[in-house]
C-alpha cells in the first residue's frame, strides 16, 4: 500500500481538463515538495512537475502543479490522446525515505 | 546529457542475493547536491522507493526494506549498486535507477529499467 494517495483512475475527452489528487500527511507532503511522474506502458517514468509546481525544459504548460497543506494536484488541460498514461505523484518522508502515490491511470475518451 | 543504465540478473532463486548496477553518465558521482536512487516496480503496480545514495555518501533507505538493502558507489567506474538479500518472489519487478536532485528529492532521469523475476 502506497504512503501517498491517488485516485485509481481518471478520465475526461479530448480538449478537456483533468485533475489528479494526491494526499499524504504532515511528515511528507504537508512539509516537502511534491513531484509528479507520467509513465507510458513499457517505459521509464518521465518527470514532469518538481518543487509542487516547476516544469522541467520540454514539459507543455498544459501540465500544472500545486499544494496545499497535506495534498497536491496535478492539472492537464486540453488534453490528447498522447496524455493517456498512468501518473505518480512522489515526495519525501520524515522516515528518511522517498514515497509515491499508488498511481493513476488517465484514460482519454 | 544525463543517462543511468541498469543492469544485473534477469533470474534470481528465493533466498538469493541481487545485485544491480547503475552505471551513469554525463555527471559524477561526487557533484553536490546531486544522488542516484533506486526504485522498483511489480508488475501493473506502483512505484517503490528503495535507497538512495548522495554526493557525500549519505545513504538512505526505505524503513520496510532497510535490512535487506544496501546502496553502495563506485565513483572510479561511475557506479551505483544496489543489494538486495533474501530474495522473495515478491521482490519481481522492474528496477530502476534514477539521477536525484537533492534539494527537492525528485529524480529528473530515469534509467530504462531493468526487469527481475525471482522464481526457483
Known amino acids: 500500500q502506497s504512503v501517498l494517495t491517488q485516485p485509481p483512475s481518471v478520465s475526461a475527452a479530448p480538449g478537456q481538463k483533468v485533475t489528479i489528487s494526491c494526499s499524504g500527511s504532515s511528515s511528507n507532503i504537508g512539509t516537502r515538495y511534491v513531484s509528479w511522474y507520467q509513465q507510458f506502458p513499457g517505459t521509464a517514468p518521465r518527470l514532469i512537475i518538481f518543487d509542487n509546481s516547476q516544469r522541467p525544459s520540454g514539459i507543455p504548460d498544459r501540465f500544472s502543479g500545486s499544494k496545499s497543506g497535506t495534498s497536491a494536484t496535478l492539472v492537464i488541460t486540453g488534453l490528447q490522446t498522447g496524455d493517456e498514461a498512468d501518473y505518480y505523484c512522489g515526495s519525501w518522508d520524515s522516515s528518511l525515505s522517498g514515497v509515491f502515490g499508488g498511481g493513476t491511470k488517465l484514460t482519454v475518451l | 546529457q544525463i543517462t543511468l543504465k541498469e543492469s544485473g540478473p534477469t533470474l534470481v532463486k528465493p533466498t538469493q542475493t541481487l545485485t544491480l548496477t547503475c552505471t551513469v553518465s554525463?555527471?559524477?558521482?561526487?557533484?553536490?547536491?546531486?544522488?542516484v536512487g533506486w526504485i522498483r516496480q511489480p508488475p501493473g503496480k506502483a512505484l517503490e522507493w528503495l535507497a538512495v545514495i548522495y554526493w557525500n555518501d549519505h545513504k538512505r533507505y526505505s524503513p520496510s526494506l532497510q535490512s535487506r538493502v544496501t546502496i553502495t558507489k563506485d565513483t572510479s567506474k561511475d557506479q551505483v549498486v544496489l543489494i538486495m538479500t533474501n530474495m522473495d518472489p515478491k521482490d519481481t519487478g522492474t528496477y530502476f535507477c534514477?539521477?536525484?536532485?537533492?534539494?527537492?528529492?525528485?529524480?529528473?532521469?530515469w534509467g530504462q529499467g531493468t526487469l527481475v523475476t525471482v522464481s526457483s
Open positions: 534514477g539521477h536525484v536532485v537533492s534539494a527537492g528529492i525528485h529524480i529528473d532521469f
Open positions: 554525463g555527471f559524477s558521482l561526487t557533484s553536490p547536491g546531486m544522488g
